[in-house]
């Protein structure tokens, strides 16, 4: 392959040869869209540090979940904001949590479309940590055995992905085996295996007012200089029982992608998580770049790191892009 006898801008000449030769491809059926649900009903309050994404009352939640599947996005990964906080996070696993009741609500109105659901307890308790906390410490395996109801309630309420996200050792495992006593062998688990210590959660923090009142998540969450160790966390997630393994933030993160989709043979699935969408959102907002073409070519690099399932807040907005011809 030596110029002049090979001239690589041939294949460059037109957009229809450009199309023919291009290797990754992005389709709506890609991604996995982010909701929020909060008590109440008509509620669609704006979210201020994620412009354009809202915390939804369950009656809301289903229309925008019907909105995105409509749109050929074939999943939903919902989180939610309970009415009442405490120190272990119980309404995570109550049988009439908002989680638990848009899960009902989304697969009566649309049987067809993925509900997953994110399974932590930041949310859920009063201290903003994610799980129970003894002497300031997660205790890891008592949190565990509270995740394990949380999941089982999800699954009652007929979810058919629960998302365990609290870096927790043994999550997976602790998921599994509750699940599969009570015979929901079927509920799969995408596991956040590589979910790194990270800035970029920060407008999610005051999305669902999930910040920890004292001290940081570094204690469970990864360092961001390991990819190794991402390696080693998604392989343990498989040998548990994970069907999903995920790495999380994305873009500053497409080497772990690369490399957890290299060595572990399961769906990968990336998270473009709340600060790299405010940051395109801003900049977008300013004029300083162009939002469209930002959009496509960033969940295109996420898919060409070697990502199966993307999710992002974007899902709506760039399915819309997608079906204009955009790309
Ligand atoms: C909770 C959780 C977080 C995110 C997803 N699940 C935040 C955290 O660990 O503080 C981040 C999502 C985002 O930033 O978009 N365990
Ligand atoms: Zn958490």
Known sequence: MNF???RPRRMRRTEALRRMV???????????????????????????????????????????????????????????????????????????????????????????????????????????????LHDGQLDNDASLENLARAVLSYAKAGVDVVAPSGMLDGFVGACRESLDEERFDQVAI????AKYASA???????????????????????????VAEAVREAGMDAAEGADIVMVKPALAYLDVVRAVSDEVNLPIAAYAVSGEYAMIEAAAEKGWIDRERIVLETLTG??????????????PYAAELLAKGKR
């Not at 979940?65 to 995570?92: C, M, N, W």
């Not at 308790?125 to 994610?130: A, Y």
């Open 302 to 315: 996420m898919r060409r790191a070697g990502a199966d399932i993307i999710i992002t807040y974007h899902a």
């Open 200 to 226: 970029y959660y920060g407008p999610f923090r005051e999305a669902v007012a999930s910040a920890p009142q004292e001290g940081d998540r570094r204690g469970h969450q990864m360092d961001y200089g390991n």
């Open 22 to 132: 291009r290797e990754t491809r992005l389709s709506p059926e890609d991604f996995v869209y982010p909701l929020f649900v909060v008590p109440g009903s008509g509620v669609e309050k704006p979210i201020s540090s994620l412009p354009g994404q809202f915390n939804f009352s369950v009656d809301k939640a289903v229309e925008a979940a019907q909105k995105a599947a409509d749109l050929g996005i074939p999943a939903v990964l919902l989180f939610g904001i309970p009415e009442r906080k405490d120190a272990v996070g119980s309404e995570a696993w109550k049988d009439s949590g908002v989680v638990q009741k848009a899960i009902r609500a989304i697969k009566k109105a649309r049987p067809g479309l993925t509900v997953m659901a994110d399974a932590c307890f930041c949310e859920y308790t009063d201290h903003g940590h994610c799980g129970v």
């Open 190 to 193: 995408m596991a956040y295996s």
């Open 4 to 6: 002049p006898d090979y």
